[in-house]
């Protein structure tokens, strides 16, 4: 089974300064899907970034990116110009793909997450 | 709102109790998920639907009883829950189970259960 790690329960930033989250994972499948989902005090989930593994490019989405390093099954998401709004707790997650799957579900498996503080 | 609505957003029940959460989406998906969400935990999967069907149940205990009468809905039926139930319920949809999409979560419903 797939298994999604953040080792940093807490992280925090200042304003406008760039902060990096951690994520690995574990699978001994080829072919998945990664993503990274902000939970803010509002309670939904939000997706943020999502990273196809057959695509070595790094996903971005404005002040959002990530790096994705398939061997070392690392996925790490780096907020760039941090602001207020950011602070939340995110969640990696991961997805087989239908091919890799093998007829089982293609159910998103989340880590425990990371708490962002954001100090202006 | 992201296009999934779930109801109530609190509920407080007693251990003899029996409710339903409720969700909804108008987005046309086809696939749809119940999770829970305790403490320092990671969120824990616990029903999938796929056009009504299920395919997927976690090991979930029989005092949940999901109903997906259609595409669009999706209740948790409740009965004789456990103090340690206590949890966020978030629902999420997404356009099937065969695509690499990321999923549409509601805001959830934070149970207490007393």
């Known amino acids: 089974a797939q298994t999604v790690t953040q080792s940093q329960p807490e992280m925090s930033v200042q304003e406008a300064e760039t902060v990096t989250l951690s994520c690995t994972y574990d699978?001994?499948?080829?072919?998945?899907?990664l993503f990274w989902y902000k939970q803010p005090p509002s309670r939904q989930m939000i997706l943020v970034i999502r990273q196809e593994a057959y695509k070595q490019q790094n996903a971005t989405e404005n002040r959002f990116s990530v790096n994705f390093q398939k061997a070392a099954k690392s996925f790490s998401l780096k907020i760039s110009d941090s602001q207020l709004g950011d602070a939340a707790m995110y969640f990696c997650a991961y997805r087989s793909s239908p091919a890799s799957s093998q007829g089982g579900s293609e159910k998103l498996v989340f880590g425990k997450g990371t708490k962002l503080t954001v100090n202006p | 709102e992201t296009g999934v609505t779930q109801t109530p957003r609190h509920l407080v029940m007693g251990m003899t109790n029996k409710k339903s959460l409720k969700c909804e989406q108008h987005?046309?998906?086809?696939?749809m998920y119940w999770y829970k969400q305790s403490a320092k935990k990671p969120l824990e999967l616990m029903f999938v639907?796929?056009?009504?069907?299920?395919?997927e149940n976690n090991s979930v205990p029989s005092r949940f009883s999901p109903e997906c009468p259609n595409s669009s809905h999706l209740f948790l039926h409740l009965h004789t829950l456990q103090p340690e139930d206590s949890a966020l319920y978030l629902c999420?949809?997404?356009?099937?189970?065969?695509?690499?999409?990321?999923?549409?979560f509601g805001s959830g419903t934070r149970l207490t259960v007393v």
């Open positions: 999420a949809s997404s356009q099937d189970l065969t695509r690499g999409t990321g999923y549409t």
């Open positions: 987005l046309g998906h086809n696939a």
């Open positions: 639907y796929n056009f009504k069907e299920q395919t």
């Open positions: 699978t001994s499948e080829s072919d998945y899907y």
